[in-house]
C-alpha cells in the first residue's frame, strides 16, 4: 500500500472534529506511538534486550500507529502525497543497536517539532508562512523513520501500512465511533492500557 491509498483509508477511521482538532489529535497520537516506540528502542540499546520476534512485531504494529498519525497530519495539510512519499530516503546499511537509537532521538526530535508548531497555532490562531513547510519536513522524517524501523525489523512500512489498515478494518468495520474505540474489536476488547 502507498500513502495516497493509506491515508484514503485512515481518515475513514478518524473521528471527526474541525482542524485545530485533528492537528492536536495527531500530535497527541505521535507523542504517544513514538513514546512506545521508543521505549522499545531504549529496552534493545540502554537495557540489552534482544531485538527478537515479539519485540519486532511490537516495534511494527506502533510504526503502523504512528503512520495513522501522520496520514491524519498529512490529510489535515491537505500535503501532496506523492511528494512526501517519494522524498529522499536515508536507510542505513547496518542494522545495529546504535541506529536504532539515533532513530529513536529523531523522532523525538521531530515530533517534539511538530507539537511546537502546532502549539504556536493554538495559541495564535494563525499559521505563519512557513508552518505546512515545517511539519511537512518534519512528517517526511517520521516517515523515514518508520522505514527504517521496518527494515530493521524484517518488514517494509508498506507492509506495516496495510497491517494497521487491516487492524483498522475489524476494529471500525463501518467508520470511527466512540463505542468502536472503546470496544477494540482487534484486541478482544482488552483496555489499552492492557493490550
Not at 471527526?16 to 505521535?30: I, N, V, Y
Not at 521508543?38 to 511494527?60: C, F, N, S, V, W
Not at 511539519?135 to 496495510?162: F, P, Q, W, Y
Request: glycine residues 6%.
Amino acid at each position: 500500500m502507498n500513502l495516497l491509498q493509506y491515508v484514503t483509508f485512515a481518515v475513514r477511521t478518524e473521528k471527526p472534529l474541525p482542524t485545530l482538532g485533528r492537528m492536536l489529535h495527531s500530535c497527541m497520537g505521535l507523542i504517544t506511538e513514538i513514546g512506545e516506540v521508543t521505549t522499545e528502542l531504549k529496552r534493545i540499546h540502554i537495557y540489552g534486550k534482544p531485538l527478537d520476534t515479539d519485540r519486532k512485531a511490537g516495534i511494527l504494529e506502533e510504526a503502523g500507529d504512528v503512520m495513522w498519525y501522520v496520514a491524519i497530519m498529512l490529510d489535515t495539510l491537505n500535503a501532496d502525497l506523492v511528494y512526501v512519499w517519494n522524498a529522499p530516503k536515508f536507510i542505513p546499511q547496518q542494522d545495529d543497536t546504535e541506529v536504532l537509537a539515533k532513530t529513536a532521538l529523531m523522532l523525538g526530535e521531530h515530533c517534539g517539532r511538530i507539537c511546537t508548531e502546532v502549539q504556536e497555532l493554538c495559541d495564535t490562531q494563525q499559521e505563519k508562512d512557513n508552518t505546512a513547510q515545517l511539519l511537512l519536513a518534519s512528517l517526511t522524517m517520521i516517515i523515514n523513520g518508520m522505514r527504517v524501523l521496518a527494515k530493521i525489523c524484517g518488514s517494509t512500512l508498506e507492509l506495516e501500512m496495510d497491517n494497521n489498515i487491516a487492524k483498522l478494518r475489524i476494529r471500525f468495520p463501518d467508520a470511527y465511533s466512540n463505542e468502536a474505540a472503546e470496544a477494540r474489536a482487534d484486541k478482544a476488547g482488552v483496555d489499552a492500557r492492557n493490550s
